[in-house]
């Protein structure tokens, strides 16, 4: 959290503060004039974005709504067409456990159920769901909460997989403007095929990951065996947070290769220097996940 000096001339400076570093809570009440740290609304929102892996805009809308926090759309860049897509593929993966809690009885309110489980309305309708997972009211909530995560990181997964194999053909073709010097053109040379195989490598982790939980899924919803994916909800959150690492760094690449480096005109093109600089920040950000 920056606060500068003068919001109008930012080269004046700023204090600044990390949330939750020592001292934070004395920070908050000396420049922010606030006396109870722990029911003040913005501190319990820092909080609670500072206790999740990435700010991707669907998980900050779910977190925050599951505390009772209503963020404007302004601050969830996630486009109409998107929220459609996800939702769509979360229906059809939800419907498979809705028909073994309640039955082919269901048919059309299959989708209604579905509905309520990704807007966390957790109502006495979804009480054979909690049974048939054997679980608690708050074991059930919090792993649903989970599950909503890992189906929307599984969404991500699908998209980046495409994503990616924009970025690795453009690593192939991209020619910046002008020669680059000696140790620029031999880093270059160095690093493409480099970042190729971290991303295959973030991809296929991801996916190793994301099997967990379809191995589990699939337990339940085609042996009607609730055990694993119980102990799959209940144990979630630690695989959560390395997902959604892995995500949001593949999702800044792809996010900026489409941005910056889809122009293909001259002055377009980056300079030797510039693009090495791009290329080290990839390399930075995939060398902080696990192969």
């Known amino acids: 959290m920056v606060l500068p000096f003068d919001p109008g001339d930012l080269k004046l400076g700023a204090s600044s503060v990390f949330v939750g570093q020592v001292g934070f809570d004395a920070?908050?009440?000396?420049?922010?004039?606030?006396?109870?740290?722990?029911?003040?609304?913005?501190?319990?929102?820092?909080?609670?974005?500072?206790?999740?892996?990435?700010?991707?805009?669907?998980?900050?809308?779910?977190?925050?709504?599951?505390?009772?926090?209503?963020?404007?759309?302004?601050?969830?860049?996630?486009?109409?067409?998107?929220?459609?897509?996800?939702?769509?593929?979360a229906n059809s993966e939800i419907e498979k456990l809705v028909r073994v809690a309640f039955g082919e009885a269901v048919n059309g309110a299959a989708v209604k159920l579905a509905s309520k489980i990704l807007s966390n309305e957790l109502d006495r309708e979804l009480l054979p769901l909690k049974m048939t997972l054997r679980l608690s009211d708050e074991a059930f909530s919090d792993g649903i909460f989970s599950w909503r995560g890992f189906l929307y990181f599984k969404w991500r997964y699908l998209e980046l997989q495409e994503e990616m194999r924009g970025v690795i053909e453009g690593l192939a073709k991209y020619q910046p403007r002008g020669k680059p010097e000696a140790a620029i053109a031999e880093y270059l040379t160095e690093v493409r095929p480099r970042l190729v195989k971290?991303?295959?490598?973030?991809?296929?982790?991801?996916?190793?990951?994301?099997?967990?939980?379809?191995?589990?899924?699939?337990?339940?919803?085609?042996?009607?065996?609730?055990?694993?994916?119980?102990?799959?909800?209940?144990?979630?959150?630690?695989?959560?947070?390395?997902?959604?690492?892995?995500?949001?760094?593949?999702?800044?690449i792809s996010s900026f290769w489409a941005y910056r480096m889809s122009r293909t005109d001259y002055f377009g093109l980056l300079d030797p220097n510039d693009y090495a600089d791009v290329l080290m920040d990839f390399e930075d950000s995939l060398s902080c996940l696990a192969e």
Not at 51 to 63: A, C, K, N, T
Not at 226 to 231: I, K, L
Request: net charge negative; with cysteine; glycine share 10%.
């Open 198 to 252: 971290r991303i295959v490598a973030a991809i296929t982790s991801i996916g190793r990951t994301l099997n967990i939980y379809d191995t589990a899924y699939g337990a339940l919803v085609e042996r009607g065996d609730p055990g694993p994916f119980r102990q799959f909800l209940l144990d979630g959150p630690s695989l959560f947070y390395e997902l959604g690492e892995s995500v949001a760094i593949l999702g800044h």
């Open 27 to 89: 920070f908050c009440r000396a420049f922010l004039g606030i006396d109870d740290i722990n029911s003040d609304s913005d501190i319990q929102i820092l909080r609670l974005l500072d206790s999740i892996p990435s700010l991707d805009p669907f998980l900050v809308r779910e977190l925050l709504g599951r505390n009772g926090f209503k963020p404007a759309p302004c601050y969830l860049k996630i486009s109409p067409h998107d929220v459609q897509k996800m939702i769509g593929f």
